[in-house]
């Protein structure tokens, strides 16, 4: 795959801040950090694994990638162009190129649409297909995701959680795009119905030669769907390495304590265990310096004053950490 | 072999609703002893939380309804207990931790009231009252002079006390109220809250996911059950607070000398928490081990799939093995073996008899066909 480092994706200090409101008027009481200066590429044909804990800014990194959301400032480019500077019928081809699988299929699918409905919309709205084709393209879709001719006339309520992943999957397949955001697509599934997904998200990306932005709480899940993965914490990405690489030799205390966190289905193997001390800070405040300090168990007083930037130790191997490696 | 705690035999429960009755669970039997922790998993609709409310008595009634079966609690029938005895057994006995620290904490309540209403309900505090008092005069006495009258005085006070019967002593609600606030500082620190005086005053929505779940743990400790149930503790969580809660759970086991249930989907945890793990399938155990030999040599085939199908940090592999189908509908359940329909070894017996739990090797119990018939042979 080396030969292929091709940039899909290339975001540049993205940063999206929530105002924080009170009051009739709206009356500005301060602002969520939620993604503060996030910049990574996605090469063609990889998946690049986005793990954090919750509220750490993930979603909204994905989001912000879709102009889903309007990030505050910063750059994404697909194959060169400004995303976040598209407008009207440029923007609508660009988003049939990049496309997303939300978290919880309950609530992503329209509850009053058949299934038909709701994979052919998209097929409607970018006119792929002419009118005659759009009802065996549909088909085709339902069927490569496992799916039957029997399904297309059912309502969203009438499948199990794995099933409308399913759906949600063809929705975002309809439309023929390069790159799927997959934001958190099994955290709702269970274990069996889990290994389903990933399997059949996995064949589609070698069929279809997508790219995917993974993310993901789930350390295992990440571990086994990416070729890259970046680490966030508190709106900032901490690490970035190859997946292997990650696990084998991480530099960052943080994503060295989130690895040793994961409880491992193997009863026999027990590790030396290194905890974190408190909870997540908030975002709307935080903390000066490197934001991980307060938590860190090898916090120096350079850590409180000083943000680390993001430093490329071995290559392609990044963390923001003054004591990288060093631990 | 340590002595059983709880024993469930035969336990069945129906959810009768409009669409049909939900044979939510097929008849268990289940045990666990005094001391250990015992894991019970299995996927979502598969039993797991009807089970730990079943022991509770708290299953929704109607639609559910515990149709046969017994639960003993050393030997006594949680089933055939009155009502009143039952709420006892509840927070005394048998305590319970939920899966979402929200809902279960009153939003309206300060933390320190909430842990304070458990002790008041459950604990005779007159004792404590008195242990304070008592003590409250010693450190008076210490600083007074020894040939003062006021030691004298005091020495005299601290006898009638220490000689009092706590049940016919006369507390005052107020008073009450207020020693239980105090043990309740004290059991949030240990569950290692940091500066429990101030959380004490604080409501649950100040606190953090992790901050609530030790709480509602503190809660559960509080009147020194005998077996303490975990609904899924820690799904809600993130992994280094779930972490974190593990920890805590595991080192309370220790120091309280706790029993306990966990109930959980994640294998992981399973493997970092339990002693000894029953798998459930569709309303049904289908495997119990040690933990250690479960993961080791699963004997069921739903068990192997289901420790194929999670992915694993240590390994990597290109596909992972799923079990095809889903989980059957448990209004129509398939008969025989529930499991049948999507086991890749389903044999003609399987269709029509339901396997019964038999123990193969020592602790081993498995319900399979594949197994027991090679028994048989």
């Not at chain 1, 912000?64 to 400004?82: D, I, P, W």
């Not at chain 1, 590790?271 to 408190?278: D, Q, S, Y």
């Not at chain 2, 503190?218 to 503790?233: K, V």
Request: hydrophobic content about 40%; some cysteine; aromatic content about 6%.
């Amino acid at each position: 795959m080396m030969e292929h480092t091709e940039d899909l994706l290339n975001v540049k200090g993205l940063k999206k801040y929530f105002p924080i409101e009170s009051g009739v008027f709206g009356r500005g009481l301060g602002k969520v950090y939620a993604v503060d200066g996030v910049s990574f590429s996605i090469h063609k044909g990889e998946t690049l694994g986005l793990v954090g804990e919750s509220g750490c800014g993930k979603t909204t990194v994905g989001r912000c990638v879709l102009a889903l959301e309007r990030a505050t400032s910063g750059e994404v480019y697909f194959r060169g162009e400004n995303v976040l500077k598209l407008k009207g019928a440029a923007m609508k081809k660009m988003r049939s190129k990049m496309q997303i699988v939300f978290q919880d299929p309950y609530a992503s699918l329209n509850p009053r649409w058949s299934v038909r409905n709701i994979i052919a919309e998209p097929l409607r709205v970018t006119g792929r297909e002419s009118k005659s084709n759009v009802e065996s393209a549909v088909l085709v879709l339902l069927k490569r995701v496992g799916l039957s001719e029997d399904h297309l006339n059912r309502f969203p309520h009438e499948f199990s959680g794995g099933q409308r992943q399913r759906i949600g999957i063809a929705r975002a397949l309809s439309v023929d795009p390069e790159l799927i955001i997959l934001d958190e697509p099994t955290s709702s599934l269970d274990v069996s119905v889990q290994a389903q997904i990933l399997n059949l998200l996995k064949q589609i990306q070698r069929e279809y030669k997508l790219t995917y932005l993974f993310i993901s709480h789930n350390l295992s899940v990440i571990k086994h769907m990416s070729t890259r993965i970046a680490v966030m914490y508190l709106g900032k990405i901490v690490e970035i390495s190859n997946a292997d690489e990650l696990f084998r030799k991480s530099l960052h205390p943080y994503t060295k304590i989130l690895l040793e966190s994961i409880p491992v289905p193997q009863p026999k193997t027990k590790r030396k265990k290194e905890r974190i001390k408190g909870d997540v800070p908030s975002a709307a405040h935080p903390p000066s310096g490197c934001r991980f300090h307060p938590r860190c168990p090898i916090a120096v007083e350079k850590c409180k004053q000083i943000e680390p930037d993001l430093i490329e130790y071995s290559p392609g191997h990044y963390a923001a950490c003054h004591l990288a490696g060093k631990w | 072999m340590s002595e059983p705690l709880l024993v469930i035999r035969g336990l069945k429960v129906n959810f009768y609703t409009y669409a049909g009755v939900v044979k939510a669970l097929d008849g268990i039997n289940l045990e666990v002893r005094q001391g250990e922790t015992l894991g019970l998993v299995g996927e979502t609709g598969c039993g797991k939380s009807v089970t730990a409310l079943a022991i509770m008595r708290l299953v929704p009634d109607p639609p559910g309804r515990i149709d046969e079966g017994e639960i003993l609690l050393r030997g006594k029938d949680l089933l055939k207990l009155p009502e009143n005895e039952m709420r006892d057994v509840r927070g005394n006995n048998i305590t319970m931790v939920f899966q979402d620290p929200t809902t279960f904490l009153n939003p309206v309540m300060t933390v320190g009231a909430q842990v304070a209403e458990t002790l008041l309900i459950h604990r005779d505090l007159r004792k404590d009252l008195l242990e304070e008092r008592v003590a409250k005069l010693s450190e008076k006495l210490e600083k007074a002079e020894s040939t003062d009258k006021e030691a004298g005085a005091l020495k005299k006070q601290i006898e009638e006390l220490k000689n009092l019967d706590p049940a016919k002593f006369h507390a005052s609600r107020r008073d009450l109220k207020q020693v239980a606030v105090r043990r309740s500082v004290e059991l949030l620190r240990t569950v290692r809250l940091p500066e429990p005086e101030t959380v004490v005053k604080q409501y649950p929505h100040e606190l953090s996911g992790g901050m609530r779940q030790r709480v509602i743990i503190a809660m559960a400790i509080a009147c020194h059950p005998e077996l303490l149930i975990a609904d899924e503790p820690t799904t809600a969580l993130d992994v280094t607070i779930q972490a974190q809660i593990l920890d805590l759970l595991n080192d309370l086991k220790q120091t309280v000398g706790l029993s306990a249930m966990f109930i959980t989907h994640d294998l992981g945890v399973v493997a970092e928490t339990c002693d000894r793990v029953a798998v459930m399938y569709a309303g049904n155990i289908v495997e119990v081990a040690t933990t250690d030999r479960l993961f080791e040599k699963p004997l069921h085939p739903y068990t192997e799939a289901m420790l194929r199908a999670i992915p694993k940090i240590t390994e990597r592999r290109i596909e992972l093995e799923s079990i095809h189908g889903s989980v059957p509908n448990l209004i129509e359940p398939p008969a025989g073996c529930r499991f049948h329909p999507r086991c890749p070894f389903v044999m003609d017996v399987c269709k029509k008899i339901k396997p019964e739990l038999v123990e193969i090797e020592s602790g081993h119990m498995v319900a399979c066909f594949l197994h027991t018939e090679k028994m048989c042979k």
